[in-house]
């Protein structure tokens, strides 16, 4: 098997045969190979073991697609292989043409994604982080469908770059790309936006205009921030996300069917929205699929660092802007510590920042790496804290209440989410602390960054 694969893929193809499951389970996380063909059957096994225990040890850690290989397996081990996601079943048998054909499908897609991984446009899943692997494996699921993707995490952790990929992947590459911030217009102005309007449709309007809707037909749409959108504006959504797709420009009195493929993201528990009455129980069942992608904030992918940092780096230096180095106990600290609370994005501003700053100094050592992190996260904090026209009619409790959630979210975050660590800096007990979790309704997204 190993010359036929070698001659039918490429010669250049390296073919590692493992007989021991154990051997295999350690070979696979240390290497992480493009392709592993498991066998259900592992003969020198001592304890006659099934090969899909490999597949259920170690799928979720590193970035392989695992094929199967049976001489007749059972029903149930059929079952049980579809229950993993496996990306195929070859039976064993005299024809290779099927396992041939699939092998150099899987290769070229994982080209394919490290092209689109190397490119400038997209930074942000750069590194081996066993987390950002698995993403991308479900970027590249969800590209294979047209349902709606939902895509969740914290601000800055690089949702749109997710949601540009799945269209890149997807059959949809070729055609129109639109996005749509629901957290930056003006509520009455959505409908406009979305599906358009007719010439005339109200004061204003003194020529038709087609819309997000139309403008990506055949397409795919992004609506980032959808918990922003507010319930009326939620049942517009609702409708174009019927089969087939209509949407009703505002002041027409027919509706225009269109193709567009719907990714949205949040920052937000979607869930805990719709049992405060603030997000609509069907729009969100139609949008919380399978496909659903939750991308880890950097403090928990922290093997992406330094390979983020080289590209911004390098980035700076093609556009031939300020670049800075750091000592390595610097380094250190900004990799292993730091817990980055806005992110890629606040990393990218960092080092462009330093370089801007310190360019002409030469090395950066940790006091000044640390004293340029606080004034950077004041920044992000005043950022936040500068109130809009909607909370200035707060009431006092809700402001105490906004402030104290605040401060569990930034200890948790600041504790690399140690619920003791994070206790002692609030200066409580951990049982008061998990009251507080419970109170702000922070579990699911305490469980999200673990």
Known sequence: MKKFLQQKVGENLEIIYISKIREAIDRIKKENPKIALIDIVFENDPVNRNGLEIIEKIASVVDTDFIVVTGGGTLADFFRAGQLAVKGIWEKEWDFTPL?????????????????????NFPTFIGEDPRSKIVWKNIETAAQSDLPVLITGETGVGKDVGARLIHLLSRRKNEPFRIFDAGAIEPSLVARELFGNEKGAFTGADK?????????????????????????????LLRALNNPQKIRPIGSS????????????????????????????????????????????????RKDIP??????????????????????????????????PMNVRQLEQFIGGMGVKYGDQGIVDLKTVKENLKVQSVVEASKSDIPDDSEKSKSLKQIKNQAEKKAVIDSLKLSD???????????????HLY??????QLRDWLENNK
Not at 209 to 235: H, T, V
Not at 257 to 274: D, G, M, S, Y
Not at 423 to 429: E, P
Not at 435 to 440: D, F, G, S, V
């Open 100 to 120: 041939v054909e699939l092998t150099s499908k899987l290769l070229k897609q994982s080209s394919r994604r490290q092209g689109l991984i190397e490119s400038k």
């Open 208 to 236: 038709a205009y087609k819309g997000l809707f139309r403008e990506a037909d055949c397409g795919s749409l992004f609506i980032d921030e959808i918990s922003n959108m507010n319930l009326e504006n939620q049942k517009y």
């Open 254 to 301: 027919t509706e225009v069917e269109v193709n567009v493929r719907i990714i949205l993201a949040t920052n937000k528990n979607l869930a805990t929205l719709v049992n405060s009455s603030n997000f609509r129980q069907d729009l969100y069942s139609r949008i919380d699929n399978p496909l659903r992608i939750h991308i880890p904030p950097l403090c928990k992918r």
């Open 307 to 340: 390979a983020l940092m080289d590209y911004f780096v390098r980035s700076l230096k093609l556009n031939h802007r300020p670049t800075v180095n750091f000592t390595e106990q610097a380094k250190s600290f900004l990799i292993q510590d730091y817990s980055w």
């Open 417 to 431: 989410f140690n619920i003791s660590q994070a206790a002692r800096k609030l200066d409580i007990s951990r049982e």
């Open 435 to 440: 009251r507080l979790i419970e109170k702000h």
